[in-house]
């Protein structure tokens, strides 16, 4: 049960961190933060065993896939 709890601290923890980190620089910029922390989640050497595999790594990589979509189209409008 302690386990299950310090996982939630922490990826509560990671998870505040990012979006202080992506309100700072912005969208264009958190989108390259997701790819980053996509390929650490999948890493052994990162995660030890608690790698994110089968489909929630799927649902990562999509939600990483639709931000650098919004990125794209808002950087689109502001051209237009």
Do not use: H, P, Q
């Not at 998870?15 to 992506?22: D, N, R, Y």
């Not at 999948?42 to 929630?56: D, I, N, P, Q, S």
Request: hydrophobic content about 60%.
């Amino acid at each position: 049960m302690l386990e299950y709890c310090l996982r939630f601290l922490a990826g509560g923890i990671a998870v505040s961190a990012l979006a202080a980190l992506g309100d700072t620089l912005r969208s264009k910029s958190f989108a390259a933060v997701m790819i980053v922390m996509m390929n650490m989640t999948a890493r052994v050497e990162v995660m030890g065993k608690f790698t994110v595999t089968g489909g929630l790594r799927w649902l990562g990589w999509a939600t990483t896939i639709v931000m650098g979509i919004c990125v794209v189209v808002m950087g689109l409008t502001w051209v237009v």
